[in-house]
């Protein structure tokens, strides 16, 4: 295998590379999900430590533009992550198929592979876009949480964002959460929701 690898023209060998590259990171990403669940909330993790540095030089009463700032960045994370597997698997995979065929020009295989890889781009971006609406508009009426108490899950900096696990519609659930204070409200402290921002951010203070 190695050796046929070897024996392909340059432009077939980025080809393969690249179909092979992006098929590994979504084949990673799906046994992930496997394993993991949901990957949207592991995504809101890792860029929460993102969103934490960005709200540091905001006014914590301006709630709107944080939450679009931590909205950017997770969909951000997201969609960067699908699309570069998606444009390297298509582009790789289509760019091989049409550079293998009698009498194609490279730049033909090129093109047919850069715009493979831009269409599967735009169909994930799509359908990312799709399942935050989906998620977004759940069933959970998020109003009825304020005025509830709940425990902090992941400890809420002064200008961050933390998470918080509130009893809601007879269940526990898990959510944003930002400090109505400037003083950090360390994980496993009582709090209570005092309103909901955008972005299905809740605002507390101490309980």
Known sequence: MLGGFAGMPWLEKIFVASAILGGGLVLIRLVLMLIGGDTDADAGDVDMDLDMDVDADMDVGDADLGDVDHGALSSFHV???????????????????????????????????????????????????????????????????VGVEGKVYLSIPPKGIGKVEIPLQGGMHIFDARSNGKQTIPSGESVKVISVAAGNIMVVQKA
């Open 79 to 145: 969609l960067s992550l699908q699309g570069i597997s998606g444009f390297l698997l298509l582009f790789g995979l289509v760019g091989l198929a049409v550079n293998r065929i009698e009498g194609a020009r490279a730049i033909y295989a090129v093109a047919a592979g850069a715009v493979a890889g831009i269409a599967m781009m735009w169909i994930l971006g799509f359908l990312m876009a799709s399942l935050k609406r989906l998620q977004s508009s759940g069933t959970l009426d998020l109003r009825a949480a």
